[in-house]
């Protein structure tokens, strides 16, 4: 089928949610002849496989490389990114056998993807290269060897963390011979995960210089708006960025569908999620392999179901879809990449794990279900279908989120305007003082030494008085009985995953989940989602990290009820205006999951509740916050109901919005309202205030990069609730409100327009 009639059989079946189409052009190709220094036999391998020519950028990594700078090259999905640190590695180890590279992946399947590739290339030219992975697959008898002889090590941050760095005697050859570090997926290196791999790679070059090396860094991005600066902050060092594409790339059509509105009362559209699924379902019917992209693990859960409810009458397609997500146990995950691959899964149900470069073919069309978080995510989501110069669909579909009705309502701030930019904090206490540990047992630290900038005595003086370094002469050795790195995860907080068990037969593991999401997900009377099959949690052994659960057959799935307080602990910068103040500081946060609400399936209706007490946690972390003077506040409305409505209104569109100004997930960040800050609510000092906190420990930037951008935030707020086409208040604004009628919406939108004009 023509691309053509596929369209117009799309706008007849689909007319009624379709908000824009943009259509893409292909581009052609921009080549140049091979380096003059290529190695012939890597020049064959080129030729054997149908290159007869490089891409501009893949010449100008090259140069740079080969001059001995590090570099970040930013050009999108599929335009030959691997080449850029693929052909001067391999060059460098024909030159001189004796070279090493370290590739780092944020995943175990982007690493045994470029292991095959290697092994391919190499195989008649340097059939004696070793190219490893090096993870925690990795057989251990296999690993002396690897440690010994691998020219080419693929691993993963957290395996460079806790599985090589710690040991860097057993890999003194490696070190010794460390000329490349390849780090690609650049720009998923960002928030708490960003953070902690900067310093990773801080001790990483410390121990390289203890042995007497000092690697170039190569890195590839996606687009993002600051890749320069943000290479030069996750690695230390200054880098050249080749940011000019030479790729060719085929005719896309993106299209912009907004769920049709159900009920206009309260602007309630359908179901997202259901219309992905149709959406789907539409192209897996025309035999079109397709990826739906869906927002979270639950999401892709049900996604799924529906999806398969779709194609019962199409056996032959129901039966080769899948659901991919992180929690699937790794023979899984493979399994379904393979079958991506060959084509045998015609399609998959993914949550962003498989937006990243894993080799899953070239599917046809993506469907993303809910805006992922950036610009560049839809981006590298949306292509994973049409690879290189092929044709291909994507179509986002919005959900009933403020940022998401923003998008569809402002094509142009997808289609022209600049990337989001990568923010990381490596100041962060919390995550700086677990590497200083780290590095401190790797190798004693020295008098005027500095680590990630910043002199080390201090931070000695302070591990000294807490028993873990003991002063010998000049340096400070480690003496904790603890190993270090073994209780710091990079990718969250803690590293104190959860096993689901299964125990309708002999207990198996059936998935993991990560400690952040444990209570919300897995507390008892929870209905679990694995692999489209419904399971009932019947305990939550929180001590030994273990949920046991069984299959059962039910039409509902449950949603976590939390409570939280927030108290303000110091304020590191605030701006008064007449009535209110904008500030953000250090706060210390309580949260408690409370009960549940049962979600029918289909029609998303709330069919029952429970009550639980399950463990209070903790943080002390950054906020941003609006404080309103309590006479001013007083003079919002009359009916005290109503102005607690206004605040927590504003807080729900807020916390909606903040996507579009950082590069975050709206979950990088949650809301509070504080109505009672003081005990006497006659106290002068008294506000009420609204945080948007980070959810992670001491945070990573996000407040404060709010702080400096209030006005920006309050604008488009504003901007939201002005074009919103509900008349009383919605999902797609300030949520619904039934009980106040048509008062909340004018309301808030009075609010927003009175402190952006005392500003």
């Known amino acids: 089928m023509s691309i053509d009639r596929l369209l117009d059989e799309f706008r007849h079946t689909f007319r009624k949610g379709i908000a824009w189409i943009e259509h893409i052009p292909a581009r052609p190709p921009r080549r140049v002849p091979f380096p003059e220094d290529l190695d012939s036999h890597l020049q064959t391998v080129l030729r054997t496989h149908g290159i007869d020519q490089l891409y501009t950028h893949q010449v100008a990594a090259w140069r740079h490389v080969r001059a001995g700078k590090s570099i970040v090259v930013v050009t999108p999905t ?17 030159e001189r056998p004796s070279t090493r590279a370290m590739y780092l992946f944020p995943t175990k399947a982007l690493a045994q993807d470029q292991k095959a590739i290697l092994r391919e290339w190499t195989r008649d030219i340097a059939p004696d290269m070793v190219i490893e992975t090096y993870d925690g697959d ?16 693929l691993t993963n941050p957290d395996m460079l963390h806790t599985g090589i760095l710690p040991h860097h005697v057993r890999w003194a050859k490696l070190f010794e011979n460390l000329a490349y570090v390849v780090i690609d997926e650049l720009h998923s290196y960002r928030g708490v995960f960003g953070s902690h791999v900067a310093l990773v790679i801080e001790r990483l070059k410390r121990i390289c210089r203890f042995y007497g090396s000092s690697p170039v860094f190569i890195t590839t991005s996606a687009t993002i ?55 789907a379902a539409f192209f897996l019917e025309r035999d079109l392999q397709t990826i739906l992209f869906a927002p979270s693990r639950l999401y892709t859960e049900i996604a799924l179901r529906y999806l398969q409810d779709r194609l019962v009458r199409r056996p032959d397609q129901r039966d080769r879809i899948r659901a991919y997500r992180g929690g699937y146990l790794p023979r899984t995950r493979r399994a379904i990449e393979a079958g991506l691959r060959t084509g045998d899964v015609r ?32 981006w590298q989501q949306a292509g994973r279908a049409g690879r290189r110069d092929r044709p291909a669909v994507h179509v986002f579909v919005a959900s009933q989120r403020a940022i998401d009705q923003y998008l569809v309502h402002h094509p142009p701030y997808l289609f022209g305007r600049p990337f989001e930019q990568a923010l990381i904090n490596p100041e962060n206490l919390f995550i700086l003082v677990d590497h200083i540990k780290c590095a401190a047992f790797e190798l004693p630290f020295h008098e005027g030494e500095t680590f990630a900038g910043m002199p080390i005595r201090e931070w000695m003086e302070l591990l000294e008085e807490d028993g873990f370094v003991h002063r010998a002469g000049t340096r400070w050795v480690w003496v904790g009985s603890a190993y270090p790195a073994d209780s710091v995860s990079l990718r969250t907080i803690t590293s104190d995953n959860f096993v689901v068990v299964d125990t309708s037969g002999p207990p198996r593991v059936i998935a993991e989940v990560d400690f952040s999401s444990a209570l919300t997900t897995i507390h008892p009377k929870a209905i679990y989602l694995c ?7 019947d305990e939550l052994d929180f001590s030994g990290r273990k949920a046991y659960v069984r299959p059962v057959q039910v039409d509902y799935f449950t949603d976590a009820i939390r409570y939280t307080h927030v108290d303000t602990l110091d304020v590191f910068d605030e701006r008064a205006y007449p009535g209110w103040t904008v500030a953000h500081g250090e706060v210390k946060v309580q949260e408690q999951v409370v009960g549940f609400k049962k979600i029918k399936f289909a029609t998303h209706e709330n069919v029952g509740s429970g009550e639980l007490s399950l463990p209070e946690y ?26 607690t409505a206004m605040l927590h209104s504003l807080a729900f569109l807020l916390h909606q919005i903040v996507p579009l100004i950082l590069m975050s997930d709206v979950r990088d960040m949650a809301t509070a309202v504080a109505e009672h800050a003081h005990p006497d609510a006659s106290e002068p000092a008294f506000a009420p205030r609204l945080y948007l906190y980070e959810v ?37 604004c300030i949520g619904p409100h039934p009980q106040l009628g048509t008062l909340l919406k004018p309301a808030v939108t009075h609010l927003l327009s009175s402190l952006l004009s005392i500003q």
């Open 696 to 732: 992670y420990p001491g945070g990573v930037g996000l407040a404060q990069n709010l702080f400096t951008q209030h006005r920006t935030l309050l604008e488009m707020a504003l901007r939201v609730l002005q074009e919103c086409e509900c008349t009383s208040g919605c999902p797609s």
């Open 78 to 94: 599929a335009s030959g990114k691997t080449l850029c640190y693929n052909l001067p590695v391999l060059q460098r180890i024909l």
């Open 225 to 279: 708006a600051n890749p320069q600066h943000h290479a030069e902050r996750l690695l230390g060092t200054s880098v050249v960025c080749i940011d000019e594409n030479g790729a060719p790339q085929g005719e896309r059509y993106f299209i912009l569908y907004n769920p049709p509105i159900v009920d206009p009362a309260l602007g309630i559209r359908r179901s997202f999620i259901q219309e992905a699924a149709r959406i």
């Open 347 to 378: 399609g998959v149900v993914s949550t962003n794990a498989l937006e990243l470069g894993i080799d899953i073919g070239s599917l046809d069309v993506s469907v993303i279900a809910a805006y992922p978080g950036t610009v560049a995510s839809l």
């Open 138 to 153: 990795t057989p251990a008898d296999l690993r002396p060897q690897i440690r010994e002889r691998g020219h080419i090590v």
């Open 618 to 643: 903790q943080m002390h972390t950054a906020a941003f916050w609006l404080a309103f003077d309590r006479k001013r506040y007083l003079t919002w409305h009359t009916d005290p109901s109503v102005r």
């Open 531 to 537: 692999e489209g099959q419904t399971y009932y949690v």
